[in-house]
């Protein structure tokens, strides 16, 4: 079985300009991999409507799932939705079940504009709950809408996962040797890589309080062949008269 | 004067994995600000030749610069410098001053060919300082290539940015308040953003150990106006009943 794929989306000014430093990449970068959708491909985007809807039509269309994060507030900069609307060329309307769930949570008089534009979404779209603060995401056609907010973002993944299906989890194993250099070992590694094209062999050097090294990582949906692969890695360690550790250096 | 525009390109499975935590992206979009060439879009894809080199054939039409990180090293998964050469359509070959300096740190015999690797560029490329470990990042075109060690690709940056010509530094200017929710401020904002198009006029809650709150960041090269913007923000928060503070929540 192959892996269906996946694009995220990070919409926002903020992540461009440095105020925040993003940390939802990685978050869904790892969720994926072991729900077994890979992530393909990232974009970070500004807050700008042609911008969204050009960039969502683009991968929509090339990958299985694109999710985004960010842009769904009350505010005049959280435009993702309308683009969203547009990009599927869908109205951008009052989605009942939404303005329901935000409409009990509010005392009378403070669902106002501004707040009732979290419960606007493209025509067609199913929600996606928001256990932490109500106002919810969605989904429409193969695009997943998530805040920004990463403990929202993350509860709403949570939320919206067990509905998604995924191919078989993307596993890895590694091993690490202090006082690797790369250049030592790159020739047998690339041989390693050829007798196991069915994983990503990684070579990633660390610096650590620990001292420096170089971590080898065999990544995949084959188990058996990374522990292959690691096994081979950790003998060529050895003939470098160097001591390997299973596993990933401690940061 | 107006700006010249950036992109990144963050290359590397690592990132994708969700095995490394991206800090490159937020490095760049700080110091790009600074010198006044806007980040405006960033591209996380993966080692694959056909990727790299169609995404680097795209961005550097539509940016005025193109930086990219990681994929630069000895092993086999380090195949930017060759995959930038396809995209430019020259061969990709030694490059005398790089295998000069390469060869001189190298004890007698160590500089192998999977060092001399990282000597091999595309040709016409210009060489970017590495203060670090030596290997040098290059230029080519509109493109510059830069390691993925954070550490090592700050030293590149720093190297690389008194040769490039900036418009004028995009600043910010912040204020915000304890207790504010978006949703009380978001009509009021919006019609500070319309009075200052100059301006991104950005909305961000945070929740930190000293409380929940929102602040307000007005961003560009019109420093009068975002000063001017803010002031106005703090009437809108002390209007609230609130006690604006500017500047930016502490962590």
New interface residues.
């Given amino acids: 079985m192959t892996n269906p794929t996946a694009c995220l989306l990070?919409i926002g000014?903020?992540?461009?300009?440095?105020?925040?430093?993003?940390?939802n990449?990685?978050?869904?970068?790892?969720?994926l991999?072991q729900i077994g959708i890979?992530?393909?491909?990232?974009?970070?985007?500004?807050?700008v409507p042609e911008?969204i809807i050009g960039t969502v039509n683009a991968v929509r269309a090339s990958f299985d799932h694109v999710f985004t994060t960010g842009g769904i507030?009350?505010?005049?900069?959280d435009i993702t939705a309308e683009c969203i609307s547009a990009a599927f060329g869908v109205p951008w309307e009052i989605h009942a079940e939404a303005f329901a769930l935000m409409n009990a949570r509010y005392p009378a008089g403070?669902f106002?504009?501004?707040?009732q534009?979290m419960a606007t979404m493209p025509r067609g779209a199913t929600l996606i709950e928001n256990s932490v603060s109500t106002a919810p995401g969605f989904t429409i056609g193969n695009v997943h809408v998530m805040a920004g907010?990463p403990?929202i973002m993350q509860a709403m993944f949570e939320a919206l996962a067990p509905t998604l299906e995924g191919g078989p989890p993307?596993i890895?194993r590694a091993v690490y040797a202090l006082g690797l250099l790369?250049?030592r070992?790159?020739?047998d590694?690339?041989a390693v890589?050829k007798r196991f094209p069915q994983l990503?062999?990684?070579?990633?050097?660390f610096?650590r309080e620990a001292g420096h090294g170089v971590a080898i990582?065999s990544?995949g949906t084959d188990i058996a062949a990374a522990e292959a692969a690691t096994a081979e890695v950790t003998v060529l360690m050895e003939k470098l008269g160097l001591a390997p550790i299973q596993g990933?250096p401690a940061a």
């Fill in positions: 990070v000014n903020e992540i461009l300009s440095g105020r925040t430093q993003d940390v990449i990685n978050f869904l970068a790892r969720r991999g890979p992530l393909r491909e990232v974009r970070v985007i500004p807050d911008t507030g009350p505010t005049h900069d403070e106002n504009a501004a707040r534009r907010v403990r993307i890895s790369e250049g070992i790159a020739a590694l690339e890589q990503d062999v990684g070579s990633y050097p610096a990582v990544k990933e």
